[in-house]
């Protein structure tokens, strides 16, 4: 994809912040520009950070989701206030990278499930027909596996219930408070034999099961594994959000006392080392990182030096006005407007929003984002569920489809001017 196809697709789930989303088109480019290159100039080639900086609610971890997701690229949100200097209790900073492959593994593993899913489900169709036929006694007498197939592959019999035996993995253990797990059955392996367990389910359950577990006999995990490295390699973007609050001096003590601390932690990660994971080493050099954060008390300028210079392009993002608000409402394809329609149509509610309601709804939005805290966008969310709350609550269910119009005066009689500083509608 082109910057500019990239940028219209995001235009179709964030409202307005053209400067964000030109530079993560850029960025994402480059990386496509950079896979065309001889490998040797291609190891040269390190991918340009990001700083957005901007108040909460204007899109920022949006971006950098919806840009992932169009590129199928494994993408870990975290945030820097998590995270602790080494020798302080807490997760490592490396964690985010072992965190990265994991989700790279599940987008490989989803991928190769995909391929075999056919093959996975006829197996299970199979297996699934001989439990019915050594079980059920509600199966006609004299009945042939052929015809059991038939009935169990068409769902025919998906309430029926059958018995199967499943794996009982055991849960893992939590080391420390904030930290990393251990799995006793993984640390030995195929020394110990797999235990497993009775479960009595539905055909239909028992089939997503038993497919389940034939897709892992199919694919091969080893490849899956590889695959899994080199895309969290080349192509992972992790957003560290919240990077403002470990911004600047350490105090001696209080909860503050390793951010520094952290900042340095982070440093080699993103300058580029190599980290130890389960499934081998990876290379953090040609991920993307994307940090943000709001910036109000800390400047961009109060981190290190160092772990400044690591991210060359700063994109500041726009407060909401009256007119992004409106378009919030109105263009994107999940816009909430539409989600309560969804909703509330389940009820038999036919609810439906004029132009000036939707103008007063944002008015209202933009009014309470300057009285009280700046929240963006996640703003119209409080007053949205307010004025639906009435609704949502009276139902009936048998009844006849119900018009309900949102107006500017239903707004109005929902949110005087008195009314729009009570707590009740704070976030």
């Not at 190769?112 to 027909?129: G, M, S």
């Amino acid at each position: 994809m082109t910057p500019k196809q990239i940028v219209n697709e995001l235009d179709r789930y964030i409202v307005g912040q053209f400067n964000a989303k030109k530079a993560v088109a850029i960025a994402l480019r480059n990386r496509y520009r950079r896979s065309k290159l001889p490998l040797a100039d291609r190891e040269e080639i390190t991918p340009k950070n990001i700083i957005m900086k901007g108040p909460t609610g204007v899109g920022k971890t949006e971006i950098a989701r919806r840009l992932a997701k169009l590129v199928k690229a494994p993408f870990l949100k975290v945030e820097a206030t998590k995270y602790t200097e080494v020798g302080y209790v807490g997760r490592d900073v490396e964690s985010m990278i072992r965190d990265l492959v994991e989700v790279s593994i599940r987008l490989v593993k989803d991928e190769r499930y995909k391929e075999v899913e056919a093959r996975a489900f006829e197996r299970a169709v199979d297996r699934v027909a001989d439990l019915l036929l050594k079980q059920s006694k509600e199966l006609p007498e004299g009945i042939t596996k052929v015809a059991v197939i038939d009935e169990v592959s068409k769902h025919n019999l998906d309430q029926m219930s059958v018995e199967i035996s499943v794996a009982d993995i055991p849960k893992p253990v939590e080391l420390q408070a904030g930290g990393g797990e251990i799995n006793i059955g993984n640390i030995f392996g195929e020394i110990l034999p797999k235990k497993t367990k009775k479960r009595t389910v539905t055909v239909e359950e028992a089939l997503r099961i038993i497919a389940s577990e034939e897709s892992e006999k199919l694919i091969d995990l080893d490849s899956v594994e590889s695959e899994a490295l080199k895309r969290a390699e080349n192509d992972g973007v992790i957003f560290i959000d919240e990077m403002d609050k470990i911004a600047g001096k350490s105090s001696q003590n209080g909860p503050d006392v390793s951010r520094e601390g952290v900042q340095r932690d982070i440093l080699p990660i993103v300058e580029g080392c190599t980290v130890s994971t389960k499934y081998g080493n990876i290379k953090t050099d040609y991920i993307l990182f994307i940090a943000s954060g709001a910036f109000h008390v800390s400047k961009v300028s109060d981190l290190i030096p160092e772990l400044q210079g690591r991210f060359p392009v700063l994109v500041e993002l726009d407060s909401l006005g009256v007119d992004d608000f409106i378009k919030i409402l109105t263009e994107p394809e999940n816009a909430i407007t539409q989600q309560y329609k969804k909703l509330l149509a389940v009820d038999n509610i036919d609810l439906s929003f004029t132009e000036d309601g939707i103008a007063e709804i944002a008015n209202v939005a933009f009014d309470q984002n300057n009285t009280l805290e700046d929240i963006g966008a996640r703003r119209l969310q409080s007053i949205m569920e307010h004025i639906v709350e009435d609704i949502s609550y009276d139902i009936n269910e048998e009844g006849e489809v119900r018009k309900v119009v949102i107006d500017k005066d239903y707004v109005l009689n929902n949110f005087r001017t008195e009314s729009r500083n009570l707590k009740k509608y704070v976030l």
